[in-house]
DNA sequence: ATTATCCCAGACACCGATGTCCGACTTTAG
DNA sequence: CTAAAGTCGGACATCGGTGTCTGGGATAAT
C-alpha cells in the first residue's frame, strides 16, 4: 500500500525510477473511473484513459485480477481516509455520522459500480474484510449510539451499517435515474438514513400475522 | 406476456406445439435461475440447465438480449402477481405494507442478481418503466399511508419506494454473508423499512452541519 | 398415418478480450 | 554521459462466448 519515501531497501529492482510509480498512479485513477462507470471495463479501455499502452499494465500487474484487487484497495483507502479525517470519534452519534456521511458519500457512490463488481468477484466473507479499514471506524460510532439510547439497540450493528451503505448507494442510483435532485440528494439521504437506525417508538401493529 | 389458453389466432406458425411452449418456460425458469446466481451466465450454461441444447434457445429468442429482455419481464410479472394476491389495497398502510413484503421478499431476494444485470444493460429510465408494474401497485399504498400520518410526507413516494426495495436486497445480501440468520431476516427488515419510512418525531441536531 | 413442427448433435465462422513477446525508442538515476 | 529501467507499438496465440447452419430423428397435431 504506502509507498516508501527514502527507504534504501528495495527487494529485487535495483534503480526504480519515477515515472514508473507515475503510471501506477494513472493506472490505478483510470481503472477507478473505467470500472466505475462500467465494472465490464476492458484492459485496453482502462489503458486509453490512463493515457497508456495495454502492455505497460501488464508490467505491473500480471493479471486482470491483481489489477481488481489493487483498485479495490486503493478505493477503499481513498474512503477510510477521508472517514478518518471527518473524525467519527467526536461529538454526538448522531451529528457525528451525518458529519461523517457528508464527508463521504460522495466517494461512496462513485464507486457504487465497483462494489457490483466485486460483489460478483468476491466471496461475501472476502468482500467484508476488504471492507474493514472503512468498517472499523464506523463500528465504534453505531456503537456509541447505542449506548447512548441514539440508534437502535434491538439490531446487530452489522445490521445497521449494511442499511447505511445500502441507503448511500441508492441514493446515488435515483441521482442518476433522475428522480433525485443532486441538491437535495445529501439532505433526503441523511435523513432516511437516521430514521432507519435511530430509536423509535416501538411499531405495534407489526405483531399480527 | 400472458400466454394465450385456447385462442385459436395465432400469429403465423399454422401449428404451434405443446412441446414448444414447454421449451420455452424451461428456459425462462433455467435463465432467471441461472442470472440470478451469476449475471454472467452464458447460453451454454442456461440451456444446461433447461435441459436443451443451445441452439434451442435461439430458435425462441433470436438473441441473448431479447432473452434477457424476456427474464426480466418473467420475473417482474411473477413479483407483480404475488404482490397483486397480497392485496395492498387492504387494511392500514403499515400492516399491509408488511403483509406484502412478507410475500415478496424471498421472490425479490432471489432476482437481485438480475437487477445488477438489468443495471448495467438498461438505461435507469428503462429499467424504471419495467418495473412499473410492481411499482404501480405500491405507490397508492405508500401514498395512502402519506395522507393517513402512517409514512413520511417529507420525502418523495418514489424514494420511499427506492429505500424499501434496497433494505429488501441488503437483507437477502447480508444473509448470504452469514451476518443475518434466515430466520430473523424477515423481522429485522420488516422492521427497518418502517423505522426509514414511517412518521417519526423530526431529528434536530441534524440543521448544523 | 401423415405431415408439419420441433429438438438434438455438432460443426462453423466470427468476435472481443486476455496475456505474452519483442525490437525500437525515451526517460531517469547515478 | 551512460547504462539501466521503462514505455511504445504492434504482432501473436489463445480462449470463451455468440450466432448460424445442417441433417437426422423425435414428437405432437390433424
Chains 1, 2 share one sequence.
Do not use: C
Amino acid at each position: 500500500m504506502a509507498k516508501k519515501t527514502t527507504t534504501p531497501e528495495a527487494p529485487t529492482p535495483k534503480r526504480r525510477r519515477a515515472d514508473a510509480d507515475r503510471s501506477v498512479a494513472a493506472i490505478l485513477d483510470a481503472a477507478l473511473e473505467a470500472l466505475a462507470s462500467d465494472p465490464d471495463s476492458s484492459m485496453s479501455e482502462i489503458a486509453r484513459r490512463a493515457g497508456v499502452v495495454r502492455a505497460t499494465i501488464y508490467v505491473h500487474f500480471p493479471t486482470r485480477d491483481a489489477l481488481l484487487d489493487a483498485v479495490m484497495d486503493y478505493a477503499v483507502g481513498q474512503v477510510a481516509e477521508a472517514t478518518r479525517e471527518a473524525d467519527p470519534e467526536r461529538g454526538e452519534p448522531v451529528e457525528a455520522l451525518a458529519r461523517v456521511l457528508r464527508a463521504t458519500w460522495r466517494q461512496l457512490a462513485q464507486f457504487h459500480g465497483l462494489l457490483a463488481l466485486n460483489t460478483a468477484r468476491l466471496s461475501a466473507e472476502e468482500l467484508h474484510r476488504r471492507h474493514l479499514p472503512v468498517l472499523d471506524q464506523l463500528e465504534p460510532l453505531i456503537e456509541r449510539g447505542q449506548k447512548q439510547g441514539a440508534f437502535r439497540s434491538d439490531l446487530p450493528v452489522t445490521w445497521l451499517l449494511a442499511v447505511t451503505r445500502s441507503i448511500v448507494h441508492t441514493s446515488s442510483h435515483e441521482i442518476r435515474a433522475g428522480r433525485l435532485a443532486d441538491s437535495e440528494a445529501e439532505d433526503v439521504m441523511i435523513s432516511t438514513i437516521l430514521g432507519a437506525i435511530s430509536e423509535a417508538p416501538a411499531v405495534s401493529s407489526l405483531e399480527g400475522r
